[in-house]
């Protein structure tokens, strides 16, 4: 009875070599899937806070306060620049139960890299278009919180622009072009028809800045 054949010392080497590219082609998918993860993970915790505040904002553009609504028209006011928005609003997500009028902010603090949300209730007319309290944008949560205002905050931000077209803005082009609309608007008697809105995310662990597309809103539809 003849003895089996065994492996032959080119056969043992070819089954080494392709175990071997067996075990980096693995290694290499699952750093990829890893790494593919820990970045998702890290966007998403920019992403989905940034997409809740698009959506907020959205909402008080179209509840806002605006002239020619009856006896709510003495409450309208708009005061908007490229890092900073201010206007009345019925719709108001911060603290449950308080209906009414509501006076909101929007800014970006650059100190920080983060953007913030004020609300505060409107109950008189002199409460509209009073001045801010003096260092409003640097002061802190709590402080604002003893002014009646209520803060929320979005970090991880590296810039806010906002833009406004005009009622009379002229037919062109630059219509669809919110980088091109007014990077400013306050007048007491009208308001913007649209605005655009940028913010700029951190790319990567580099400090990347990532801007992200323009979001159009539209004012006062409701």
Same mark, same amino acid.
């Given at each position: 009875?003849?003895?089996?054949?065994?492996?032959?010392?080119?056969?043992?080497?070819?089954?080494?070599?392709? +175990?071997?590219?067996?075990?980096?082609?693995?290694?290499?998918?699952?750093?990829?899937? +890893?790494?593919?993860?820990?970045?998702?993970?890290?966007?998403?915790?920019?992403?989905?806070?940034?997409?809740?505040?698009?959506?907020? !904002?959205?909402?008080?553009?179209? &509840?806002?306060?605006?002239?020619?609504?009856?006896? !709510?028209?003495?409450?309208?006011?708009?005061?908007?620049?490229?890092?900073?928005?201010?206007?009345?609003?019925?719709?108001?997500?911060?603290?449950?139960?308080?209906?009414?009028?509501?006076?909101?902010?929007?800014?970006?603090?650059?100190?920080?890299?983060?953007?913030?949300?004020?609300?505060?209730?409107?109950?008189?007319?002199?409460?509209?278009?009073?001045? !801010?309290?003096?260092?409003?944008?640097?002061?802190? +949560?709590?402080?604002?919180?003893?002014?009646?205002?209520?803060?929320?905050?979005?970090?991880?931000?590296?810039? !806010?622009?906002?833009?406004?077209?005009? &009622?009379?803005?002229?037919?062109?082009?630059?219509?669809?072009?919110?980088?091109?609309?007014?990077?400013?608007?306050?007048?007491?008697?009208?308001?913007?028809?649209? +605005?655009?809105?940028?913010?700029?995310?951190?790319?990567?662990?580099?400090?990347?800045?990532?801007?992200?597309?323009?979001?159009?809103?539209?004012?006062?539809?409701?």
């Amino acid at each position: 009875m003849k003895d089996s054949p065994g492996f032959t010392l080119l056969e043992v080497l070819v089954s080494i070599t392709l +175990i071997a590219i067996l075990v980096v082609v693995l290694s290499m998918a699952l750093r990829s899937g +890893i790494s593919s993860y820990t970045r998702a993970k890290e966007r998403n915790t920019t992403f989905f806070p940034v997409a809740a505040f698009e959506g907020l !904002l959205c909402r008080q553009l179209e &509840a806002i306060v605006a002239p020619g609504m009856g006896d !709510l028209s003495d409450f309208s006011f708009f005061d908007g620049s490229d890092d900073k928005l201010i206007f009345i609003t019925t719709y108001g997500p911060l603290g449950i139960g308080r209906g009414g009028l509501m006076k909101v902010v929007y800014w970006f603090n650059d100190d920080d890299d983060a953007i913030y949300y004020a609300q505060k209730v409107v109950v008189r007319k002199k409460e509209v278009k009073e001045d !801010l309290p003096d260092g409003f944008y640097s002061a802190s +949560i709590e402080e604002l919180n003893k002014e009646g205002w209520t803060v929320a905050k979005l970090e991880g931000v590296k810039g !806010l622009t906002f833009s406004y077209r005009g &009622a009379k803005a002229q037919s062109s082009e630059d219509d669809f072009t919110p980088d091109k609309w007014e990077d400013k608007f306050s007048k007491s008697r009208s308001l913007p028809i649209e +605005i655009g809105l940028r913010i700029d995310l951190e790319k990567d662990k580099d400090k990347e800045t990532e801007a992200k597309e323009w979001v159009v809103l539209p004012v006062g539809i409701l």
